[in-house]
């Protein structure tokens, strides 16, 4: 969104899974850009769909009962279409993904160096001594210590953090121009966390690759990105850049979100204002606005119309999926903002 | 020295690691808690942070007598857990209990949500009678913000919020004076953890109990508690008021935890919090 050269374009994005209960919907029509080189972060509680949707990028939900509509584009190329073997050259390779779980996303059996040199040896034609050797200077750029000695152990030696940080490596084995981080340090300690976050952002300008990050938490994301995509029931509700999203949000549910996490930042016992409810079933999802069985500013009419995602007016890239008028959303939001600020002194 | 509720003092608990498999010798100990003491104030909210491993969860098992200690002593309104047996022990299971992380785990799959919330009830023979049982759960229920008419359903027909709700309200069953929780909120939605923080808020003010919080998440420790212990490798390396703690940390270790913390410096550097404060301030 930042005028650079866009690689990862999804418009109108449509995932649906067939089960017994009948089509659960996990992504009903999302819109997301990733510029080269940029780092977008996609905010959304479990269910939210941004996994569905990230996974959908690489080809990881096809299956018989998987339902796929609109358009993925990496690059300028269709990945909706693409056949398998087409998406395996991408996978692993451009577009690589870490998981939340390093420890269930490395084979137990294999020693660390081995399983690197399998994501090496996938897509480039090199010999094991040279495919062994850049694993050990791959260890090394995730600032593994030690990295030759610690090639040969297996995942249940190294630490949860390092686990991570060689997932990392390996998701870098083939220079890819895209990294999806799911969650990635969710697992972690807060001190890990930090170490793993400064690590993406290191490696991100070392690299000049473009990152997606899918997290619950605000903070990660207000750490690490460029822009933000709000998702909420298989949808993007409000995207924008991390300035606006954070400091201006227009969305009554971005708004709840910010609202109902205790901050550092903030007056120690200000009162925690929750979202009321739950998050919608996506087998049926609600009618009209998909939060407005959870939105404070509810008008009849948000029961029937479902809002598109429109550009809110302003100088800045700044989407949302709101009914309410835009001078509305603006005035709600500075009254909800002012006594919190006002109080921190 | 009458307003504490529990005094722990150099309290250790080292878990042997052995080798071998008939004849199990003895190896070494994980020092899981290795010399902590600290008190907790009647109608207080103590946190308890660290990272995993720390020992903070073993110090809530040692104080709720569900672990022996190595050494050390834990004194509950003054009287030794370890002096407590039999019925004296039963007794003061009354006055503590606690909540769980998991609100998966941690119900019954096959009882339904009445039978959960009144089981402590049947344990310590109180409400006896089908009605009277019945009763004291639905109030139950309906003080943690369940609604009674889903005395029936089973834990699977619950969200994760409500289901931790469905936690709460078996904690409370057997009016405590202590409700230990350990990660109460780090398994649920972000949109939910306020209504469960806010609940347990609530329950306090009203009921007037003394909680302690471990949580591995400093924001949420300092939005609940008065006092905060920082646990690392099973010592207590700080504890102190959660304003001064939070303002002015002196160990090292507690100012890399509040250095760690993502986000902290990103929120209070972007200009435009500054800049919508000022416009509603000047």
Same mark, same amino acid.
């Given at each position: 969104?930042?005028?650079?050269?866009?690689?990862?374009? *999804?418009?109108?994005?449509?995932?649906?899974?067939?089960?017994?209960?009948?089509?659960?919907?996990?992504?009903?029509?999302?819109?997301?850009?990733?510029?080269?080189?940029?780092?977008?972060?996609?905010?959304?509680?479990?269910?939210?769909?941004?996994?569905?949707?990230?996974?959908?990028?690489?080809?990881?939900?096809?299956?018989?009962?998987?339902? *796929?509509?609109?358009?993925?584009?990496?690059?300028?190329?269709?990945?909706?279409?693409?056949?398998?073997?087409? %998406?395996?050259?991408?996978?692993?390779?451009?577009?690589?993904?870490?998981? @939340?779980?390093?420890?269930?996303?490395?084979?137990?059996?294999?020693?660390?160096?081995?399983?690197?040199?399998? /994501?090496?040896?996938?897509?480039?034609?090199?010999?094991?001594? &040279?495919?062994?050797?850049?694993?050990?200077?791959?260890?090394?750029?995730?600032? *593994?210590?030690?990295?030759?000695?610690?090639?040969?152990?297996?995942?249940?030696?190294?630490?949860?953090?390092?686990?991570?940080?060689?997932?990392?490596?390996?998701?870098?084995?083939?220079?890819?121009?895209? %990294?999806? /981080?799911?969650?990635?340090?969710?697992?972690?300690?807060?001190?890990? @966390?930090?170490?793993?976050?400064? !690590?993406?952002?290191?490696?991100?300008?070392?690299?000049?690759?473009?990152?997606?990050?899918?997290?619950?938490?605000?903070?990660?994301?207000?750490?690490?990105?460029?822009?933000?995509?709000?998702?909420?029931?298989?949808?993007?509700?409000?995207?924008?850049?991390?300035?606006?999203? %954070?400091?201006?949000?227009?969305?009554?549910?971005?708004?709840?979100? !910010?609202?109902?996490?205790?901050?550092?930042?903030?007056?120690?016992?200000?009162?925690?204002?929750?979202? /009321?409810?739950?998050?919608?079933?996506?087998?049926?999802?609600?009618?009209?606005?998909?939060?407005?069985?959870?939105?404070?500013?509810?008008?009849? /009419?948000?029961?029937?119309?479902?809002? @598109? %995602?429109?550009?809110?007016?302003?100088?800045?890239?700044?989407?949302?999926?709101?009914?309410?008028?835009?001078?509305?959303?603006?005035?709600?939001?500075?009254?909800? &903002?002012?006594?919190?600020?006002?109080?921190?002194? | +020295?009458?307003?504490?509720?529990?005094?722990?003092?150099?309290?250790?608990?080292?878990?042997?690691?052995?080798?071998?498999?008939?004849?199990?010798?003895?190896?070494?100990?994980?020092?899981?808690?290795?010399?902590?003491?600290?008190?907790? #104030?009647?109608?207080?909210?103590?946190?308890?942070?660290?990272? $995993?491993?720390?020992?903070?969860?073993?110090?809530?098992?040692? +104080?709720?007598?569900?672990?022996?200690?190595?050494?050390?002593?834990?004194?509950?309104?003054?009287?030794?857990?370890?002096?407590?047996?039999?019925?004296?022990?039963?007794?003061?299971?009354?006055? +503590?209990? +606690?909540?769980?992380?998991?609100?998966?785990?941690?119900?019954?799959? #096959?009882?339904?949500?009445?039978?959960?919330?009144?089981?402590?009830?049947?344990?310590?023979?109180?409400?006896?009678?089908?009605?009277?049982?019945?009763?004291?759960?639905?109030?139950?229920?309906?003080?943690?913000?369940?609604?009674?008419?889903?005395?029936?359903?089973?834990?699977?027909?619950?969200?994760?919020?409500?289901?931790?709700?469905?936690?709460?309200?078996?904690?409370?069953?057997?009016?405590?004076?202590?409700?230990?929780?350990?990660?109460?909120?780090?398994?649920?939605?972000?949109?939910?953890?306020?209504?469960?923080?806010?609940?347990? #808020?609530?329950?306090?003010?009203?009921?007037?109990?003394?909680?302690?919080?471990?949580?591995?998440?400093?924001?949420?420790?300092?939005?609940?508690?008065?006092?905060?212990?920082?646990?690392?490798?099973?010592?207590?390396?700080?504890?102190?008021?959660?304003?001064?703690?939070?303002?002015?940390?002196?160990?090292?270790?507690?100012?890399?935890?509040?250095?760690?913390?993502?986000?902290?410096?990103?929120?209070?550097?972007?200009?435009?919090?500054?800049?919508? $404060?000022?416009?509603?301030? $000047?």
């Amino acid at each position: 969104m930042s005028g650079k050269r866009t690689i990862l374009e *999804i418009e109108d994005l449509r995932v649906g899974f067939r089960t017994q209960d009948g089509l659960v919907q996990a992504v009903r029509g999302a819109s997301l850009e990733v510029a080269a080189g940029g780092a977008l972060g996609i905010v959304g509680e479990s269910g939210s769909g941004k996994s569905v949707a990230m996974l959908t990028v690489l080809g990881l939900t096809r299956g018989p009962t998987a339902e *796929i509509a609109g358009e993925i584009r990496f690059e300028g190329r269709d990945l909706v279409g693409a056949r398998e073997s087409e %998406l395996r050259a991408v996978r692993g390779g451009r577009i690589a993904m870490i998981f @939340q779980d390093p420890q269930s996303s490395m084979h137990p059996f294999y020693r660390v160096g081995r399983q690197l040199v399998e /994501a090496l040896k996938a897509h480039q034609t090199m010999t094991r001594t &040279a495919a062994r050797e850049r694993a050990v200077e791959l260890l090394a750029l995730v600032g *593994i210590p030690e990295p030759r000695r610690r090639v040969d152990a297996y995942p249940h030696e190294y630490s949860g953090g390092m686990r991570q940080r060689a997932m990392i490596a390996m998701a870098l084995a083939n220079d890819p121009e895209l %990294l999806i /981080a799911d969650e990635p340090t969710t697992a972690l300690d807060v001190t890990v @966390q930090a170490q793993i976050l400064d !690590l993406l952002a290191r490696l991100r300008e070392e690299l000049g690759m473009a990152l997606v990050l899918l997290t619950h938490d605000l903070g990660v994301v207000a750490q690490v990105t460029d822009d933000i995509a709000v998702m909420y029931a298989g949808e993007v509700v409000e995207r924008g850049s991390r300035e606006a999203i %954070l400091n201006a949000p227009e969305h009554p549910y971005t708004w709840g979100l !910010l609202r109902s996490i205790p901050r550092l930042d903030r007056p120690r016992r200000e009162e925690l204002v929750p979202i /009321a409810g739950s998050p919608p079933s996506l087998l049926a999802p609600p009618s009209g606005c998909a939060f407005h069985p959870r939105c404070p500013y509810v008008r009849e /009419a948000h029961r029937r119309v479902h809002p @598109q %995602l429109d550009p809110a007016p302003g100088p800045v890239v700044h989407d949302v999926r709101c009914l309410l008028p835009a001078a509305t959303r603006r005035r709600l939001w500075r009254e909800l &903002a002012a006594p919190a600020e006002g109080g921190a002194r | +020295m009458t307003d504490n509720l529990v005094e722990v003092g150099d309290l250790v608990k080292h878990f042997p690691i052995t080798r071998g498999v008939v004849f199990q010798r003895r190896i070494g100990a994980v020092r899981a808690v290795d010399g902590v003491s600290f008190d907790v #104030r009647r109608g207080e909210t103590l946190g308890i942070v660290g990272e $995993s491993g720390c020992g903070k969860s073993t110090t809530a098992r040692l +104080m709720l007598a569900l672990l022996e200690p190595t050494s050390g002593t834990i004194a509950f309104e003054g009287e030794d857990l370890r002096a407590r047996k039999g019925e004296r022990l039963k007794a003061l299971r009354r006055d +503590m209990q +606690m909540i769980f992380q998991d609100p998966y785990s941690s119900l019954n799959p #096959r009882k339904t949500v009445g039978s959960i919330i009144g089981e402590p009830f049947a344990v310590h023979g109180l409400h006896k009678g089908e009605g009277a049982r019945r009763r004291a759960v639905a109030e139950l229920m309906e003080r943690v913000g369940l609604s009674p008419e889903h005395y029936n359903r089973h834990p699977h027909e619950f969200s994760g919020g409500q289901r931790q709700r469905i936690g709460v309200a078996r904690a409370l069953a057997l009016e405590p004076k202590l409700i230990v929780a350990d990660e109460p909120v780090s398994a649920l939605d972000v949109s939910i953890q306020a209504q469960i923080l806010n609940l347990l #808020r609530q329950l306090q003010r009203e009921l007037g109990l003394t909680l302690v919080l471990i949580a591995h998440d400093l924001a949420v420790v300092r939005h609940m508690c008065d006092r905060v212990a920082v646990m690392h490798l099973g010592k207590i390396v700080e504890l102190a008021d959660a304003d001064e703690l939070y303002r002015h940390p002196r160990h090292p270790y507690t100012r890399a935890l509040l250095a760690a913390v993502p986000g902290a410096a990103a929120y209070s550097s972007s200009p435009s919090t500054s800049s919508s $404060s000022s416009s509603s301030s $000047s």
